[in-house]
């Protein structure tokens, strides 16, 4: 089963798959997909606020603020680890529980991205946001880091996440049933 989605004015077949027997989910990946990672960069730099950096999770969020960085003139743009790596100095961390992700994960940020963002106004980026969990850790990072806010936004807005009115999308991605047919929104 497929689900055929149109965003920036790009159509993709995305595979459906059962995360339980209640839920599928449309598997959206941009990873390899140029064409559709440099026209969703392209549009969401079109709604972005105002900010300084731009701030994104490891790992399917990726090629995603690499083209907005890219493609804005930006030179520096920040991710949070699911592992803390060697090279990295004065690490922290947040928890996330994602609807993709199989038990809780542990975002960590480097220190020195962290002094960096200090003061400064910080743009959260996603390929697609559903629970909002992965954007709660993000922020918690920010702040931690001493950090504002300057928005949030992703390629897709998954189910109820749609309502939400503090986030910047390009498109819905319905959360479906075991027989492929959309959920109706709660």
Same mark, same amino acid.
Do not use: W
């Given at each position: ?9 790009? =159509?993709?077949? @995305? ?8 839920? +599928? ?11 559709? +990672?440099?026209?969703?960069?392209? =549009?969401? *730099?079109?709604?972005?606020? %105002? !900010? %300084?950096?731009? @701030? ?7 090629? @995603? ?6 493609? /804005?003139?930006?030179?520096?743009? !920040? *991710? ?33 991205? &962290? ?5 400064? $106004? ?7 946001? /559903? ?7 993000? =922020? ?7 950090? =504002?806010? &300057?928005? $949030? ?11 939400? %009115? ?8 319905? *959360? !479906?049933?075991?027989?492929? /047919? ?5």
């Amino acid at each position: 089963m497929n689900y055929s989605l149109k965003v920036a004015g790009l =159509e993709r077949q @995305l595979p459906l798959c059962p995360v339980n027997e209640d839920l +599928t989910i449309g598997a959206f990946v941009i990873f390899g997909d140029v064409e559709l +990672t440099c026209a969703c960069a392209a =549009e969401l *730099l079109k709604k972005a606020p %105002d !900010f %300084d950096y731009m @701030l994104a999770p490891e790992a399917k969020a990726i090629p @995603l603020v690499h083209e907005m960085a890219r493609q /804005s003139g930006r030179n520096t743009y !920040f *991710l949070v680890r699911k592992a803390p790596k060697n090279y990295m100095d004065g690490v922290f961390s947040a928890q996330v529980q994602s609807i993709t992700t199989k038990g809780v994960q542990t975002l960590y940020m480097d220190g020195a991205d &962290a002094r960096k963002m200090r003061g400064k $106004r910080i743009l959260l980026l996603d390929d697609v946001i /559903s629970t909002g969990e992965s954007l709660r850790a993000l =922020e918690e990072l920010v702040h931690q880091a001493g950090g =504002e806010i &300057a928005g $949030r936004m992703a390629i897709l807005a998954e189910g109820d996440a749609i309502k939400r %009115d503090d986030i910047i999308v390009l498109a819905h991605l319905p *959360l !479906f049933n075991s027989d492929g /047919s959309p959920k109706e929104p709660d």
